[in-house]
């Protein structure tokens, strides 16, 4: 199924997307008499995470781009909850940067509480559902930096959604990013260095992932800039599109 957030009579909503319709859903995802219109609703971000925990360098090709090397194993850096924003907001270039780069992912949703994920552990049944994620980055202050953590936290730096999918097998989904319609990033999930279901336990032997938490799982080859008047667009197959326009401050 397919899981929406959204803003409808004053309040945050959750519901089960089934074509036009959105059925209201309680805390435990279980549908309740009320059913709204997509165009009734204002779309939230697919997720409000405690964090968003990304993983850098997951593609060969993209590392390859930057002039990095593959890590051996996952390099992980986090993006500040309120960067994230929901398609259809717009991407802000802010005025400290001169290259502000999309990068397309496949995000996890965590469902479950996880915290040192056993071997023996499918570390699957924490997850909730994938949905599409910008990994929006100011290049040129991350490379300035020591660490990501200002090039990647930029207010609007993380567009989210649209949905949360749960039934996708995401083991060799393509992930694209477009910009005014021309693609970009075109990758496949098989092509990740470390896989889906590793970096879950990977991680959650790290710091404990809570219910709502993301996990951006990398970026394919082809990032480039973005300039004010952009459309950005990242899709993943038999997910959806998260459209972003892009404007300055
Ligand atoms: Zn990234």
Known sequence: MKI????ANGQVGIGIVEGEEIWECDERLQKTQVLWYMDEVKLL???APSKVVCVGRNYAEHAAELGNEV??????FLKAPSSIIAGGDNIIIP???SQVEHEGELAIV???RAKDIGDDENALKYVLGYTCLNDVTARDIQRADVQFTRGKSFDTFCPIGPFVETELDVSDVRVTCSV???IRQDGRTSQMVFPIEFLVRYISLQMTLMPGDVIATGT???VSKLEPGDVCEV?????????????TA
Request: hydrophobic fraction near 35%.
């Open 95 to 97: 005025s400290q940067s």
């Open 180 to 182: 005014n319609g021309e």
């Open 71 to 76: 890590p051996k194993s996952p390099l992980l």
């Open 220 to 222: 394919p080859s082809g």
């Open 4 to 7: 929406a957030r959204f803003w």
């Open 235 to 247: 899709t993943v197959e038999g997910i959806g599109t998260l459209k972003n326009a892009v404007s």
């Open 45 to 47: 971000a697919a997720a």
């Open 110 to 112: 965590i469902g479950r």
